[in-house]
């Protein structure tokens, strides 16, 4: 059986369930303004992930929150969710990720960046000792990525 979902922009009832998908994901729940997110919904308009672009004081764009819900992984959604939102940001983006997830994202055009290359704000980020540590405990490290 094909899983059916479609991809929607987020809605002004979807806030209380995107925040729930990020927490539940272990995904830094910062910065979610509910309009930015593309959510992937069941044909019951059930919300089973979601994703957005996050804009930073820097003046660079994100490629952010994208969680799926554990029943839906390995389902196609995240991917859906991943291809829309590149669609509609063709310039430079940035994403931030444990190690394991490079490859996947290289899939989609990012290549890791070195601290130099940064803007501000991922530079920032990425010395932050304890998102690094709690990392490095789970047999991670942090990926900044750069696509275009």
């Known amino acids: 059986m094909i899983a059916k979902f479609i991809l929607r922009p987020a809605e002004g009832r979807d806030p209380s ?4 998908i990020i927490i539940k994901s272990r995904i830094n729940p ?3 303004d509910w309009k930015r997110f593309i959510v992937a919904v069941t ?3 059930e919300i089973i992930g979601c994703g957005q672009i996050k804009p930073h004081r820097d003046g660079s764009l994100e490629l952010a929150s994208i969680a799926v819900t554990s029943e839906w992984h390995g389902k196609g959604v995240a991917r859906a969710i991943i291809e829309r939102l590149l ?3 063709k310039g430079a ?13 290289e899939k989609f055009g990012f290549v890791v960046i070195q601290e130099e290359q940064m803007p501000k704000y991922f530079r920032r980020v990425s010395k932050l000792a304890g998102m690094a540590e ?3 405990k789970q047999g ?3 990926l900044v990525m750069q696509r275009g």
């Not at 983006?93 to 994202?105: A, I, N, R, V």
């Open 140 to 142: 991670e490290t942090l």
């Open 43 to 45: 044909d019951e308009d």
């Open 134 to 136: 709690l990392m490095r």
């Open 17 to 20: 369930t995107i925040r729930n």
């Open 93 to 105: 983006l940035y994403l931030m990720c444990q190690s394991s997830l490079g490859p996947l994202y």
């Open 87 to 89: 669609e509609a940001h």
């Open 30 to 32: 910062t910065g979610l």
